[in-house]
C-alpha cells in the first residue's frame, strides 16, 4: 500500500514539473565563446614569393531566378569612309617620278683627227694619174686635172672631202664623189667612209704614223667587190698626196695618185 502511494506521488510530481517547465520562459543560450585572435603569420624568409590568393567562387544564383545579362562589349567605331571628290572637280596630281639619269656627255671631236687633217683643210687642185689597166684589161695610162676641197663637218666629228674629176681628154666620163674621215677612240684610229657618182662605195680604217694615214678596207666598184687600201699626207705645207690601191685576188696594185696644191 505504501509502495503504491509513493509510485502515485511520483507520478503526480512529476507531471507537475513537466506542466511548470512548459509554461515557463525558455532559458537564452549561452554566448558564443570569443573567436580566438588569429596567430601572427610567421616570418617569410626575404625572397619568397608571396603565396598567390585563390580567387572567390562564383555565388550560386538562387533557383528560378534570371541569369544575369553578359556585359556589354564596347564597339570600335567604324571607318570613315573617304568622301567623295566634288562632282567636276581636277584629280589630284600625281606624285613626281624620281629624277632621270643625267644624259651622258656628248663627245668631243678628236685632237688626234684635227692635227692631222688641219693642214688639208681647203681647196686644192689635182693632177690625177690612173695606171695602166685601171679601167680595164688593156687599158692605158691616163692622166687628168681633178679637184677636191676639205672642210670640217658634224661639230668636227669628221672632216669631209667632196672631189671630182670633170670629162676630158682621155676620160669618158665625169666623176664626183664625197667622203668623210672621222676617228674611232677605241682602236685609235681613223675610219672612212665614201660613196661616188659612178655606184662605188668604200669604207676602210686604219693608223697615222709620221703625218701619213694608211687605211684599208673594203669597196664595191663597176660591179665588183675588191679590197682597198689608200694612203695620203703632205710632201710640204701646200702640197699633198693620196693614192688608191685595189686587190681582185693577186695581191695589191697600183689604180691611181693624186698630187694636189692649194
Not at 567604324?78 to 632621270?100: R, T
Request: aromatic content about 6%.
Amino acid at each position: 500500500m505504501t509502495k503504491t502511494r509513493f509510485a502515485i506521488a511520483t507520478v503526480l510530481l512529476a507531471a507537475s514539473a513537466g506542466t511548470a517547465s512548459a509554461q515557463a520562459p525558455a532559458a537564452k543560450p549561452a554566448a558564443a565563446p570569443a573567436a580566438a585572435a588569429p596567430a601572427a603569420p610567421a616570418a617569410k624568409p626575404m625572397g619568397t614569393a608571396p603565396a598567390a590568393t585563390p580567387a572567390a567562387k562564383p555565388v550560386a544564383a538562387p533557383a528560378g531566378a534570371a541569369p544575369a545579362p553578359a556585359p556589354a562589349v564596347a564597339k570600335q567605331p567604324a571607318a570613315a569612309a573617304p568622301a567623295a571628290a566634288p562632282a567636276g572637280a581636277k584629280p589630284a596630281p600625281a606624285a613626281p617620278a624620281a629624277a632621270a639619269a643625267p644624259p651622258p656627255a656628248k663627245p668631243a671631236p678628236s685632237k688626234e683627227l684635227e692635227a692631222f687633217m688641219k693642214p688639208f683643210e681647203g681647196s686644192w687642185k689635182c693632177d690625177t694619174k690612173f695606171s695602166a689597166g685601171a679601167f680595164g684589161p688593156g687599158s692605158p695610162e691616163v692622166m687628168a686635172k681633178s679637184s677636191v676641197k676639205f672642210k670640217k663637218d658634224f661639230d668636227g666629228m669628221f672632216y669631209r672631202g667632196d672631189y671630182e674629176i670633170k670629162k676630158q681628154k682621155g676620160v669618158d666620163m665625169g666623176m664626183k664623189g664625197t667622203f668623210f674621215i672621222g676617228w674611232d677612240p677605241g682602236s685609235q684610229q681613223v675610219i672612212v667612209a665614201g660613196v661616188d657618182s659612178t655606184g662605188g662605195l668604200g669604207t676602210g680604217s686604219g693608223k697615222i704614223a709620221d703625218g701619213t694615214a694608211t687605211y684599208t678596207g673594203e669597196g664595191w666598184m663597176m660591179g665588183m667587190k675588191l679590197k682597198t687600201r689608200e694612203t695620203m699626207g703632205m710632201k710640204s705645207p701646200k702640197e699633198g698626196f693620196h693614192k688608191l690601191e685595189i686587190d681582185m685576188g693577186k695581191g695589191f696594185s697600183l689604180m691611181g695618185e693624186d698630187t694636189c696644191k692649194k
